[in-house]
């Protein structure tokens, strides 16, 4: 068991071990609740690409759209359409 320390401010720095064997990274997000007076910080799966891609769409139209609309879209998507398209390719 590890014994992390809260700050001032509330925070606390998850020890290197913990991240290490939840394959944790910079910018992923952890779910907290309590549970029989537990405190229980539990990781967000990532997304996949094919995920992003489609919550991008979802925002930038909350409404059907004509190809061509739809086009436009993508051209605004935030990374490259070629390297996603190849790593979902990968992943199936």
């Known amino acids: 068991m590890e014994r ?6 509330g925070q606390i720095t998850l020890p290197k071990s913990l991240r290490e064997k ?4 910079k910018g992923d ?4 609740f309590i549970y029989s007076n537990s405190l229980v910080l539990k990781p967000v799966p990532r997304q996949s690409g094919k995920e992003i891609i489609l919550e ?7 409404r059907r759209v004509s190809l061509e609309r739809a086009s436009q879209i993508l051209t605004k ?3 490259s ?12």
């Open 4 to 9: 992390i320390k809260i700050t001032t401010k």
């Open 22 to 25: 939840l394959k944790l990274e």
């Open 29 to 32: 997000y952890l779910d907290a």
């Open 56 to 62: 991008y769409c979802k925002r930038q139209s909350s």
């Open 77 to 79: 998507v935030p990374f």
């Open 81 to 92: 359409l070629t390297e996603r398209v190849g790593k979902l390719r990968e992943e199936e």
